[in-house]
């Protein structure tokens, strides 16, 4: 891992487009800016996590589809 | 594409799980270029109608028995529901605007057999490029698990 020391308003670059700045640095936390191309996903780990749980959650329930599908016409 | 290969017959795609066992023309495909989270490998999967299980549909791996995946239409579960796409996904599905769009929350079933719907990370389909991506914003206001019958 590559590790740079940066003061507030000081910027990384990665490859010529993403530009990673320090905003704020807190007792709880350091705030961050990303400028990225739109075809660069920027997304917090911990919410990629989660979604990829509920994800493998999702794939192949073994429950009927008929009981899932009734769920949902009850539902709605 | 060449005439030479426009006669030659599109090879059927074979899609087989528990919960459809078909094939599926090549024009079918979705591509969803980064995969899923959790199964970032799997580019192409196809969106299946089954009989009797309305508003469920399947959104299915090609050529592979996994990942599978139930979906419903989010409007369907919650009639309010509203998302802006950001000009980012738009741009990665190859869509000039979001109206053609398609969208689809992912199915969760607990162990007691509860369902649960993914509106936190929804499905977007663009049907004139045919690609896919799962969005995730930053800042959402509905629940990766919407539990039915709230």
């Not at chain 2, 090879?11 to 459809?20: D, G, N, P, T």
């Not at chain 2, 299946?48 to 139930?70: G, I, R, S, Y």
């Not at chain 2, 796409?85 to 990665?92: A, E, I, K, V």
């Amino acid at each position: 891992m590559l590790v740079f020391t940066r003061r507030k308003h000081e910027t990384i670059m990665i490859g010529d487009g993403i530009e990673v700045r320090v905003l704020r640095v807190g007792r709880e936390g350091v705030r961050i800016g990303i400028v990225a191309p739109p075809e660069v996903p920027v997304h917090r780990q911990e919410i990629y996590n989660q979604i990829r749980d509920a994800n493998r959650s999702a794939a192949d329930t073994a429950h009927p589809m008929a009981a899932i599908a009734e769920q949902l016409r009850r539902h709605s | 594409m060449t005439m030479a290969q426009a006669n030659v017959p599109a090879e059927r795609l074979q899609v087989h799980s528990r919960f459809a066992d078909t094939d599926v023309n090549p024009g079918d495909v979705l591509m969803f270029a980064e995969g899923l989270p959790g199964y970032e490998s799997t580019r192409q999967f196809v969106l299946l109608d089954v009989p009797d299980q309305a508003p469920l549909k399947v959104l299915h791996a090609v050529n592979a028995t996994e990942p599978c995946f139930l979906v419903v239409d989010p409007k369907c579960v919650l009639p309010t529901y509203r998302y802006e796409l950001s000009d980012s996904d738009r741009h990665r599905l190859g869509a000039k605007d979001a109206s053609a769009l398609l969208w689809l929350a992912m199915v969760i079933v607990d162990d007691a057999g509860t369902a649960a719907v993914n509106l936190r990370a929804p499905i977007v389909i663009n049907p004139e490029r045919m690609t896919g991506r799962q969005v995730m914003p930053n800042a959402c206001v509905y629940p990766l698990r919407y539990i039915l019958g709230q």
